[in-house]
C-alpha cells in the first residue's frame, strides 16, 4: 500500500466538537516489524475520544496535530510486519490502536500485532468494535468489585448506574455471566431494554427512589459499577452492604480523596478510581462471549465515515443506548 491514499477525518486542535472533525486524504499508514495494516470495517467511539480533544489527556495526547482520533476498530488484516506470527493477510480482527497513534476514522489503520486479537466470523465488525474500551472497562469494573468469572465467585448483589449507555449494557450483561443480582439505573425510555439485557431490579434514575438508589427490594450492595457521575458519596453509602464498595469509571477529585481516607482508615465501605488497560486476555474472553451468543454488542446508531461527525455529536450529547459505531 505504499504510496496510496486514503480517506481520514482529523482535527488540529483542541476543542471545537463535532465541527472541527475534517475529512482529508492522507498516505495510508505504513505497518512496523510488531504492526498489522488493516482495512477498517467499523470504529467505535467512546466519550474518551471526544474528551481527548476538550484536552483532557493535554499535553500528551494527543502527541501532535493533525490527529486521527479512535481507537477502537475492527478490520481485515491487508498486511503484516516482518515479525508478525499470528497473523495473515486476509485474518479478520478487532484491535486497540491506543489514543496515543488513535487512527480509528479512516479506511486503513495500524494497529500493534499485541492489541489485535481474532474475530469469529459469527463476530460482525460492528460489534466486535463496540467492545473494545467499554466491554473491558464493564470486565475490570465487575472483577474490581469482587466479582468472578470462574462459577466460583459468591453470588453477589451489584448496582449499574447508567446501565443503558456503552458501559453500563456490557455491565449489566457481563455481570450476569459472573451470576450475580443486578439492580440497575437508566432513564424511563431504557428501562425495558436494560431488563432485557439481564438486569434484575431497574430503577429510573429521575424517580426520588432512583435518585437515592434505593434497590426496590430493599437489597444492600456488596459493589457498585458507577458509569455516569454526579452522585455523591452520601448517596452511594447507606444502600452498601458492610464492606460494599463502589468502582467509579467516572472519577472525579473528590472520588481520589474519598479512597486514600478510606483507605488510611481501613473503612469497610470503600470507593476506587478505576481507569481500565485493554489488553488481550479480556478481549480474548470478550470475542468469545460474543460468539458463544453469552454478550452481545447493542448498537444505537451507525454512520458512514462520511458522516462521522454525526457520530461525534452523538455521543457528546451523551443519550446513546449502547455503542454508536461509525462504519467504513
Ligand atoms: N475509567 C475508564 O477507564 C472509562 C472507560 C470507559 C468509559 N469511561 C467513562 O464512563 C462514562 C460512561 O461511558 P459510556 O461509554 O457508557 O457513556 P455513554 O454511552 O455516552 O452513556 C450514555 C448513557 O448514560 C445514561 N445516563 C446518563 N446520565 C445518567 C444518570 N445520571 N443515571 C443513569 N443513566 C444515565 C444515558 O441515559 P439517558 O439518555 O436516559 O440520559 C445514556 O443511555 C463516560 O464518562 C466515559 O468517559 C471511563
Not at 64 to 75: N, T
Not at 275 to 281: C, D, Q, Y
Request: charged content about 20%; hydrophobic content about 45%.
Amino acid at each position: 500500500m505504499a504510496g496510496k491514499v486514503m480517506h481520514a477525518v482529523q482535527y488540529s486542535t483542541y476543542g471545537g466538537g463535532a465541527a472541527a472533525l475534517k475529512h482529508v486524504e492522507v498516505p495510508v499508514p505504513t505497518p512496523k516489524k510488531d504492526e498489522v495494516l488493516l482495512k477498517l470495517e467499523a470504529a467505535a467511539i467512546n466519550p474518551v475520544d471526544w474528551k481527548i480533544q476538550k484536552g483532557v489527556m493535554r499535553p500528551f495526547i494527543p502527541p501532535k496535530f493533525p490527529y486521527i482520533p479512535v481507537s477502537d476498530v475492527a478490520g481485515e488484516v491487508i498486511e503484516v510486519g516482518s515479525a508478525v506470527k499470528d497473523f495473515n493477510n486476509g485474518d479478520k480482527v478487532v484491535a486497540s490502536l491506543g489514543f496515543t497513534n488513535g487512527g480509528g476514522l479512516a479506511e486503513y489503520a495500524v494497529a500493534s500485532s499485541s492489541l489485535t486479537v481474532h474475530r469469529h466470523a459469527e463476530v460482525p465488525a460492528a460489534d466486535a468494535a463496540g467492545l473494545l474500551i467499554a466491554a473491558i472497562t464493564a470486565l475490570q469494573a465487575l472483577k474490581l468489585g469482587g466479582a468472578q468469572f470462574s462459577g466460583t465467585g459468591n453470588p453477589l448483589n451489584v448496582l449499574i448506574t447508567a446501565a443503558s449507555g456503552g458501559v453500563g449494557h456490557y455491565a449489566v450483561q457481563l455481570a450476569k455471566v459472573a451470576n450475580l443480582h443486578v439492580t440497575a439505573t437508566c432513564g424511563s425510555r431504557n428501562i425495558e431494554f436494560v431488563k432485557s439485557l439481564g438486569a434484575d431490579e431497574v430503577l429510573d434514575y429521575k424517580t426520588p427512589d432512583g435518585a437515592a438508589l434505593k434497590s426496590p427490594s430493599g437489597k444492600k450492595y456488596d459493589a457498585v459499577v458507577h458509569c455516569t457521575v454526579g452522585i455523591s458519596w452520601s448517596t452511594f453509602e447507606p444502600n452498601l452492604s458492610e464492606s460494599g464498595k463502589v468502582v467509579d469509571i467516572t472519577p472525579s477529585a473528590s472520588t481520589f480523596l474519598n479512597f486514600a481516607v478510606k483507605k488510611l482508615t481501613w473503612a469497610k465501605k470503600k470507593i476506587e478510581p478505576l481507569f481500565a488497560k485493554v489488553n488481550k486476555e479480556d478481549l480474548q474472553y470478550l470475542v468469545g462471549l460474543v460468539k458463544e451468543g453469552k454478550l452481545k454488542t447493542v448498537v444505537d446508531s451507525r454512520y458512514p465515515l462520511e458522516k462521522a461527525e454525526d457520530a461525534w455529536a452523538k455521543s457528546m450529547d451523551g443519550h446513546a443506548t449502547g455503542k454508536i459505531i461509525v462504519e467504513i
